[in-house]
């Protein structure tokens, strides 16, 4: 009885004293050591490579393709004709109101000869001169609407890309062609409507691009929409591109708008920092600290006020640990 005393005792007491150790044992944290360098403050954005100068081609009808000029890649002028659409039941209904022009012509003349000889009435040759006048206009507006089975370039250029078929029924508002001139080029992006402040004219910008992916490229904010897109939240800003640029016409990229850099700024990994706050090691004891941040990257961000260089900062920053606990570095 005395024996299994002593040993429920004894076990205590181990435990006891293991849970001492765990909890007077330093908790190990990752440290870093602030570093100097350059901060940038930027605003981000996706957009799309496009002509300065360029135009979209598309019908107004749904109807067949019955040719197409097979010409992308070449240049051409203004009003060249690019695709025709089947116009035949159009020009069937123009042949119809021709031939019946002929025929009111016809009598029109003959009832003015009439008039002449005063054996027909004015109200007879007011009919005619209406009936004429009528169909004059119906044939120019049939005419005004074939032209819209002739599509033509609406400015000289090259023509950038061709879509469809010969056989094909194309849509009203299907972009057939895309015609304008390869060079100079810029980027269109949309940019958040709480970032569009501190983006401006003249900023220099860097993208980045899936088919260059070991460069970095350079663009310039060129200008900026006027009104916003209410639905989206965006405004649009166009960013003119080098002459020498490698990216092409419906490339898409990533914008970096560069709005202000700080040189030789104090750097901390930003997932250190959480809000105005960060932990410090002093003597081997985590001390929280309020610090005053500056720029902030997807990376680092500027601490301006409340930390040295040669302080050791405890990244990512640790929730779970308290101000004044015991710490030691997580080695490997």
């Not at 460069?215 to 939240?233: F, N, R, W, Y």
């Not at 960060?278 to 680092?300: P, Q, Y």
């Amino acid at each position: 009885m005395k024996l299994s005393r002593l040993l429920i005792l004894l076990a205590l007491l181990l435990a006891a004293g293991a849970a001492t150790w765990r909890f007077s044992r330093p908790q190990e944290v990752a440290l870093v050591s602030p570093r100097r360098g350059e901060a940038a403050e930027i605003v981000y954005a996706t957009g799309i490579v496009e002509p300065r100068t360029w135009a979209k081609v598309t019908p107004l009808l749904r109807e067949r393709i019955i040719e197409l000029c097979n010409c992308e890649g070449e240049a051409v002028e203004r009003g060249a004709v690019l695709a025709r659409l089947d116009s035949r039941q159009p020009e069937a209904a123009l042949a119809e109101l021709r031939a019946r022009q002929k025929f009111t012509q016809t009598e029109y003349e003959r009832i003015t000869a009439l008039m002449e000889r005063r054996v027909a009435s004015e109200q007879a040759l007011d009919r005619a001169r209406s009936e004429l006048g009528q169909i004059e206009a119906l044939i120019a507006g049939q005419e005004t609407r074939l032209e819209s089975y002739v599509l033509r370039a609406p400015v000289s250029g090259v023509v950038l890309r061709q879509d469809g078929e010969v056989g094909e029924v194309a849509e009203p508002g299907t972009v057939l062609f895309w015609v304008g001139e390869p060079k100079p080029l810029q980027v269109e992006a949309d940019v958040n409507e709480e970032d569009i402040p501190r983006v401006a004219v003249g900023q220099r910008a860097v993208l980045k691009a899936d088919a260059f992916p070991d460069q970095v490229l350079e663009a310039q904010v060129d200008s900026i929409t006027p009104k916003g897109d209410p639905v989206a939240k965006t405004y649009r800003i166009h960013l003119s591109l080098p002459e020498d640029t490698p990216l092409r016409i419906g490339m898409t990229v990533e914008v970096n708008v560069i709005v202000r850099v700080a040189s030789e700024a104090l750097l901390v990994p930003s997932n250190a920092l959480r809000g105005g706050s960060l932990f410090v090691v002093e003597g081997g004891v985590a001390r929280r600290r309020d610090v005053k941040a500056g720029i902030r990257g997807t990376g680092h961000t500027q601490v301006l006020e409340g930390l040295n260089d040669t302080d050791r900062v405890i990244a990512p920053f640790p929730d779970d640990l308290a101000d004044g606990t015991k710490v030691s570095e997580k080695r490997g």
